[in-house]
């Protein structure tokens, strides 16, 4: 159903639709192999991954999913990749790429990217399709950066690119779903991920709100969720917060070494965590 909708509207444009193929056919074992990876490298860079515990999302059955974020690092994507695999393991997951980096690397198609021309009109129109063409299928989960560029998740008002809102417009139904990502030194060597997600926000046939009336809504609601988060950053209260994925502890392996040995020697149990966050 999604490959036609594609198909249809590529046709109708007089685009080719016989190149690529579309949907992106996932690979279920390349993909679980680079869950695994992707998991390994945010355990070695990070202390923990936490999402604030009333801030998990609840399962929409017969709606596809829009998941909307801040854009505030390069990690983004990785972090993504472990919310599906926790949250959405059900669905079929998707995500936009720049189209020039998808041809210098081929193997991202089959974890779910789609390649698009940024800053350009055709660009913006061909996205469009290819999403709509995903949310014809109830299981899948679009993941979406709408400011289109890296941005301090401080940074108030949160300004989003068009796409979101027209999609909103033009998309059959979906739920569209806040998330809010920080990064933040805690009392560890290395950083945190801090994570929440925020109420769905339903957009079917009756579409009362213009294209950028619903971008000032996705806006708003997404602030929230970072105003939200950013709040209980500040708090460090290990109770409020679940742990999705625990990293690296400890200064080094050298001086770790010897503080175990420092313990041993005391009769003491070593703890490698600066404390108990």
Not at 84 to 103: E, H, K, T, V
């Amino acid at each position: 159903m999604t490959t036609n909708v594609y198909s249809a509207t590529r046709a109708r444009r007089g685009l080719s639709s016989r190149s690529v193929e579309f949907p992106p056919r996932i690979s279920r074992g390349l993909l679980r192999f680079f869950r695994i990876y992707s998991e390994g490298y945010l355990r070695r860079h990070f202390h923990s991954v936490r999402l604030l515990a009333n801030g998990a999302p609840r399962e929409r059955r017969g709606w596809p999913v829009v998941v909307y974020l801040n854009h505030s690092a390069w990690w983004d994507p990785l972090v993504c990749l472990l919310l599906a695999r926790q949250f959405f393991r059900q669905r079929d997951s998707y995500g936009p790429i720049d189209a020039d980096a998808l041809q210098r690397y081929q193997f991202f198609r089959r974890l779910g990217f789609f390649g698009v021309a940024n800053g350009t009109v055709r660009g913006a129109a061909d996205f469009l399709d290819q999403a709509r063409g995903i949310l014809a299928a109830e299981n899948s989960a679009l993941w979406l950066t709408p400011q289109g560029k890296f941005a301090d998740g401080r940074a108030r008002p949160l300004r989003f690119q068009s796409g979101l809102g027209r999609l909103a417009r033009r998309t059959r139904r979906a739920a569209f779903l806040p998330l809010a990502i920080e990064y933040t030194f805690w009392e560890e060597r290395l950083p945190e991920v801090l994570l929440s997600f925020g109420e769905p926000l339903f957009f079917e046939a009756a579409r009362p709100l213009s294209a950028p009336e619903s971008t000032q809504l996705f806006e708003s609601a997404l602030a929230s969720v970072q105003d939200q988060l950013a709040a209980a950053s500040q708090r460090r209260n290990p109770e409020e917060w679940q742990i999705l994925l625990r990293g690296h502890v400890g200064t080094n392996r050298v001086y770790d070494l010897w503080r175990r040995a420092r313990a041993k020697f005391h009769g003491r149990a070593f703890r490698a965590a600066h404390s108990d966050l």
